[in-house]
């Protein structure tokens, strides 16, 4: 199992943000997490990178345990992230963004750090931007190269936080093409979103939070077409409502 | 510590204090007037005096504040207006510096009212005069409010300056006080405990303003 | 009545005091400028300390060299320090002085360009497990040292401007010796006209080639704009050239 959380708490002064959320994801698996603003997904899926720790709880994330609510270890690049705000290095340019955890958390050399680089690169179909710098890159290109650099780690787990929600309209696609494709390839992914698209196409299982636990999950279709809880079904009818 | 001999001469101090305070109020009024129509009159564009008030600005923003006091005033006396006093010297140099930086300020915050607003004022049929007075500017003072209180504060510590053209602010009295009780560490400690009183408060007023315009 | 042009021949035959008394301002400006980013740095790395008392100490000197005029501090370094025991030459002090306080204001630009990198980037550090000692040193600090430049930049020009004040303890730099010229010769609007042209020589001399040393240094190159004012100072100028592709915002 590649994720494998029970209970988990989190509170924020004195919000409880998170009221006890349990989530058990194989290899393999796309699951999507839906629901409000502060229903809490984006700060589960911070606790599970590392980046926030849990008050309460058991979690184990790729075989490493969690103690007090983090790591016991590095994650090394096993757990990959793709941010809201992108998140790339302003300074280095997109090879070097991305191969900057290779040289430096994995040791690669540089000529097989570069090899590995401008091949995740290509496969997000920014190869020929390798030396351009974030600012030179509309905000569609910076995204992909932000899934290039936390694919060149070699992950087991990708979690994407809202990855296009700061997006332009017209970029969302680019970014949800390289998503659907990684999530045909096999990869365990995680991803909090507000496309309901990719949750229809690509998801095995689709949760939706409300305030703090998850109060429905189910396969897509399922989910989608009869919710079993009321506030499911006010959710869905305000994100459908949005859309048409 | 002789406090007593600095109790006695307490007296020039106090009018030093008295002199500082009273120059720093005249020269904050003229030389945010300058700096206001300066920098609303360079924001605007107008193509023949925009590039002579570029020209002031940078002159006396690349030229340090002393010497431009001693040319004024030295040299007021070198052409033939003997009638200028350290004061008169003192505040035109002071208002002419200050308006100079004061005048980048609000230049930078008309500049920082978004294009959107003026075509949004333009589209509704609102005068090119009311929208600047009723539309830019509120918007364009909100965020120079702070830089502002900045600039009188460092005008507050300019105005030590005129010490050495010879007005007898703050600093120019402490130098007589010094001469006749010799304990300088004394005297200019509570010298600089006074200007820290007056400026002080004013940094944290700037502060918070900072930190509200933010939000 | 003099005439003007006789006035500045006379002036003009002083050139060499006025170099050297610009050597000087450079001297003391260099040394203080040393000094000021040293105790920047260190006066910044207390202020984000776990140490209460390293905070408030720095907090403490910062806000009392910054609500204070640098006349009188000049004054307490050059009058008040030997009082205690710690005679001063008048470049000493000068250089003191100027350190003291522009090392009051490199603290607040050091700690807020440190402050101003975004939460998100030590978020994707995290992330990619760089260790902190490489996320400081590889991706918080690039991007501080860009964010601090020119207001860095800008402080030096301030101390050289302040060194004008160093005339007061009779050091002759620049401004001392214009008084001196002007004492000798009357000449008034030509001895510290001279001056002043000078020092904007010399102040248009550190804006332009700090612009070209942050053309050649930084890469990407810096954001033109700087329009900031009050302790803001000049434009930065685009060199032409230096620049790679337009900047695209997402949609384009």
């Known amino acids: 199992m ?83 705000q992108f998140n790339l290095f302003p300074h280095l340019s997109a090879i070097e963004n991305v191969t900057i955890a290779l ?53 087991d787990l990708m979690l994407f936080d809202e990855a296009t929600s700061a997006l332009d309209p017209e970029l969302v696609g680019e970014v949800m093409k390289v998503m659907r494709g990684l999530a045909e ?47 499911t079904r006010q959710f869905l009818q305000r994100v459908r409502g949005a859309e048409d | 510590m002789n406090l007593g001999a600095l109790l006695g001469s ?53 030229t340090p504040l002393l010497v431009q006091l001693l040319f004024i005033y030295f040299g007021a006396a070198y052409i033939g ?94 130098q007589a006080v010094i001469g006749n009780i010799n304990q300088p560490m004394l005297v200019l400690t509570v010298v600089g405990a006074l200007y820290f009183i007056i400026c002080y408060p004013m940094s944290v007023g700037a502060r918070r303003l900072e930190r509200k315009a933010a939000r | 009545m003099h005439h003007e042009s006789t006035g500045w021949g006379t002036v003009l035959s002083h050139t060499d005091q006025f170099l050297s008394g610009l050597l000087i301002t450079v001297e003391v400006s260099v040394l203080a400028f040393i000094f000021a980013l040293i105790i920047g740095i260190l006066g910044a790395a207390a202020r984000r300390s776990r140490f209460r008392i390293l905070r408030v100490i720095v907090g403490i000197y910062v806000e009392i060299f910054r609500n204070t005029p640098l006349l009188l501090q000049v004054f307490v370094a050059f009058f008040g320090l030997p009082a205690l025991g710690l005679p001063l030459t008048n470049f000493q002090a000068g250089a003191v002085a100027l350190a003291a306080n522009a090392g009051a204001y490199l603290v607040e630009i050091i700690r807020g360009g440190l402050a101003a990198v975004p939460p998100g980037q030590l978020d994707a550090a995290h992330v990619l497990s760089l260790t902190r000692t490489d996320t400081f040193s590889r991706i918080v600090l690039p991007q501080a040292i860009r964010k601090v430049y020119p207001p860095i930049v800008n402080q030096f020009v301030q101390i050289v401007l302040g060194s004008s004040l160093l005339s007061a303890i009779a050091l002759p730099e620049l401004t001392g010796v214009a008084q001196t010229v002007n004492s000798e010769t009357l000449l008034t609007l030509q001895s510290f006209g001279f001056a002043l042209i000078l020092y904007l020589i010399v102040s248009n001399i550190i804006s332009v080639g700090s612009n070209l040393l942050g053309a050649v240094i930084f890469h990407p190159p810096l954001e033109a704009g700087g329009r900031s004012a009050g302790k803001g100072r000049r434009r930065w100028l685009i060199i032409p050239g230096t620049n790679k592709e337009p900047r695209l915002k997402s949609g384009v």
């Not at chain 1, 990178?49 to 490493?64: I, K, P, R």
């Not at chain 1, 305030?211 to 009869?226: A, H, M, R």
């Open chain 2, 10 to 62: 307490s007296g020039l101090l106090w009018s030093g204090l008295l002199l500082t305070v009273y120059l720093s109020a005249i020269t904050i009024v003229t030389s945010t007037v300058l700096g206001a129509v300066v920098g609303f009159v360079r924001a605007s564009r107008v193509p023949g005096l925009s590039a002579i008030l570029r020209i002031y600005v940078e002159l006396f923003r690349g």
């Open chain 1, 103 to 155: 040289r430096r958390v994995k040791h690669l050399s540089k000529p097989q750090a570069e090899r590995s680089g401008v091949a995740a690169l290509e496969n997000v179909g920014l190869g020929h931007k390798a030396k351009s710098y974030p600012s030179q890159l509309s905000g569609g290109q910076q995204q992909r190269v932000a899934i290039a650099r936390a694919l060149a780690m070699e992950p």
């Open chain 1, 185 to 231: 390839s096999g990869m365990t992914m995680i991803v909090v979103t507000h496309e309901m698209e990719f949750a229809r196409k690509a998801a095995d299982r689709v949760l939706f939070m409300d305030n703090g636990v998850i109060l429905e999950q189910g396969k897509p279709t399922e989910l989608f077409e009869s919710p079993r809880e009321d506030r």
């Open chain 2, 81 to 174: 207006m003997g009638w200028v006093t350290t004061f008169i010297g003192a505040v035109v140099g002071l208002t002419l510096y200050e308006g100079a930086i004061c005048s980048e300020i609000f230049r930078a915050g008309v500049e920082a009212v978004p294009p959107a607003q003026h075509e949004a004022a333009h589209i509704l049929g609102i005068s090119k005069w009311d929208s600047a007075v009723r539309i830019i500017m509120p918007q364009a003072l909100r965020v120079t409010m702070p830089a502002l209180i900045g600039q009188e504060i460092s005008l507050v510590k300019d105005t030590s300056l005129a010490a050495v053209i010879g007005f007898a602010e703050l600093v120019n009295q402490s």
């Open chain 1, 2 to 84: 590649i994720v494998n959380a029970s209970n988990i708490q989190k509170a924020f002064g004195d919000a409880q943000v998170l009221k006890g959320v349990s989530l058990e994801v194989d290899a393999g698996e796309v699951v999507v997490l839906i629901g409000a603003s502060g229903s809490g997904k984006s700060t589960m899926l911070r606790i599970i990178a590392g980046l926030e720790h849990a008050d309460e709880g058991q979690l184990s994330v790729c075989g490493t345990p969690f103690a007090h609510g983090k790591p016991t270890s590095p994650f090394n690049g096993r757990v990959g992230m793709v941010f809201q």
